[in-house]
């Protein structure tokens, strides 16, 4: 079955610490996203990528990393500049604009 | 201003309701209008996509989209338990903007 792929499920990290959450699409979309979800804020674009290695801001990206080395991959790097890091991470794909987005099932990453 | 405003709800109603729910938005340039559902610690999953104003029907679910007024709206009929969710408006044209998601509970 064709989907998006997102590991881990739940992640705790030490301050201090970079962590790197996965994304992998078999749906040969060619663009994904990382969003970032937050009690009563919606969510909140980090990065986007339209093809292979070029990828653009979101409107949060600071302190946040990603690559996009090939079509079923966009990994995204939380740096531990992030203070308040603890939140739900999604990953999106589609085919193209006006096209609906399919998510990976989410990170809830947590700062212990 | 948020360019894309959703009330949060919670929103509480007896199955078999009619549900309403709404988003606005700001800028007038934005052309894809859609509509996710997404249960507790999951992913958001597509319902409804339109590019026009007017109505699209999908079974028990009708999207409405008035371009004028910059409103959106999403319409449940016959509500069930099983449509007890969050319910998210996406507008945008290249990268989508979502609203903060309204929390609708079906009561039995």
């Known amino acids: 079955d064709g989907g998006i792929t ?24 060619d663009a994904m996203y990382w969003y970032r979800q937050d009690p009563g804020q919606g969510l909140r674009l980090i990065y986007y990528s339209q093809i292979v290695n070029d990828f653009q801001k979101g409107d949060i ?6 690559s996009r080395e090939k079509k079923e ?40 | 201003q948020k360019e894309v405003e959703q009330d949060p709800g919670p929103l509480s109603v007896p199955e078999g309701a009619i549900v309403s729910l709404n988003c606005t938005y700001s800028n007038s340039a934005f052309q894809y209008f859609m509509w996710y559902r997404q249960y507790s610690r999951k992913g958001p999953e597509l319902l409804m996509y339109t590019y026009s104003s007017g109505n699209k029907e999908d079974g028990r679910f009708t999207a409405q989209v008035d371009k004028s007024s910059k409103y959106i709206s999403l ?18 044209n290249n990268d989508m903007r979502f609203g903060a998601g309204t929390r609708l509970t079906v009561k039995p």
Do not use: M, W
């Open chain 2, 75 to 92: 319409f449940i009929r016959d509500s069930q338990p099983s449509d007890s969710a969050t319910y998210l408006c996406a507008i945008g």
């Open chain 1, 73 to 112: 991959s966009f990994p995204l790097t939380v740096t531990s500049a992030q203070k308040n890091p603890t939140a739900f991470y999604l990953c999106a794909s589609t085919t193209g604009e006006g096209y609906g987005y399919t998510f990976g099932s989410g990170t809830r990453l947590t700062v212990v």
């Open chain 1, 61 to 66: 990206a600071e302190v946040y990393s990603v």
């Open chain 1, 6 to 29: 997102q590991s881990p499920k739940y992640l705790f990290r030490k301050e201090g610490q970079n962590v790197t959450l996965s994304c992998e699409q078999n749906l040969n979309h």
